[in-house]
């Protein structure tokens, strides 16, 4: 192979500095004028939000390209990042935990309490991109996204978090389910946003797992999604079962025949496989350039028995070693 003299190898050096250069400035060319905040409390993000064409920022890893594609205007940034209350885990004395909004995904995967009572959850986050997204990414702005595609969602349904909102109209708080109304879309109301994410305690012999497929193994949309949980009373009989699926439905939903059909009964992997095809049933999918509706009930199918076969492993069932 012929090597590049010094003087190529510094005129392509010089090229590759130009391009990059030409990118930047049609990046800043791109990106319109907007007033930037960054409150330090509560009240004062919600007064800021109160501006026309205010955005919230927390990661970024959405709302900057968005900007820079022209897919979405702002004329105001309000990053609140600096917020106390919005960032962080913080452990509650039942048990439960309070996930700020603002906390990365790569903070919520490596919290040990996250990891050891809410595993889908920590399991999920992992799958928010790349390593270097998950720093940056917030939890927070996987669910504000509402895309029925967010794993983070139906992890935070199966462990019953709880959303709690500020507002003009002060606080409320709302099962994380009920924040969604269709594809981008939640029932936030002008100028409120998402403060924190509550967890209540698991119950003992109770067991938690996100499972999805995507074309690629990393980076990528997932197909399908399912996160089970299940919780077993002493005699080894399903006691309480949650179930819900990601990419199947304008936005998560919950897989209620599914839930049925398990609570009360052993598990097996029969009973399993049978659960999977009622979530099948329950999924509203569409055709996409990703995979017809009948392959995405397919893949519910498949993956609501993995995840529940993952929680029987985690509570050591007999038949699912």
């Avoid at 509550?198 to 999604?225: N, Q």
Wanted: hydrophobic share 45%; charged share 20%; aromatic share 4%.
């Amino acid at each position: 192979m012929r090597r590049a003299s010094a003087s190529q190898a510094k005129w392509n050096d010089g090229a590759r500095g130009a391009r990059l250069a030409a990118k930047r400035a049609a990046w800043s060319r791109s990106l319109q004028d907007f007033d930037y905040v960054a409150p330090q409390t509560v009240e004062g993000a919600v007064a800021a939000m109160a501006a026309d064409g205010a955005r919230l920022l927390a990661g970024g890893t959405d709302l900057v390209p968005q900007l820079r594609e022209g897919r979405r205007r702002a004329a105001r940034i309000v990053d609140v990042k600096r917020i106390p209350e919005l960032a962080g885990i913080r452990v509650m004395p039942d048990g439960g935990a309070a996930i700020g909004a603002a906390a990365t995904a790569s903070a919520v995967a490596r919290h040990a309490l996250i990891a050891a009572s809410f595993p889908a959850i920590a399991s999920s986050a992992r799958l928010i991109g790349s390593v270097q997204i998950q720093n940056r990414a917030s939890l927070g702005g996987n669910i504000c996204n509402a895309a029925p595609s967010a794993d983070a969602v139906p992890a935070l349904i199966c462990h019953e978090a709880r959303a709690l909102l500020a507002g003009p109209r002060g606080r409320r708080e709302l099962a994380v389910e009920a924040l969604f109304t269709g594809p981008g879309r939640t029932c936030l109301e002008p100028g409120e946003i998402l403060l924190s994410l509550s967890l209540p305690p698991p119950p003992p012999r109770s067991a938690a797992a996100y499972v999805r497929f995507t074309p690629r193994r990393e980076m990528d949309i997932a197909i399908a999604g399912a996160a089970a949980w299940l919780h077993l009373d002493q005699q080894g009989t399903v006691a309480g079962a949650r179930i819900a699926l990601a990419s199947v439905a304008p936005t998560p939903i919950r897989a209620p025949a599914a839930e049925r059909c398990l609570t009360g009964e052993r598990p097996t992997p029969a009973l399993l496989a049978e659960a999977g095809r009622r979530a099948a049933a329950d999924a509203r999918p569409i055709s996409d350039t990703r995979g017809s509706a009948d392959y995405r009930r397919e893949l519910v199918a498949v993956l609501t028995a993995r995840a529940l076969a993952q929680c029987c492993r985690q509570l050591a069932v007999g038949g699912f070693a």
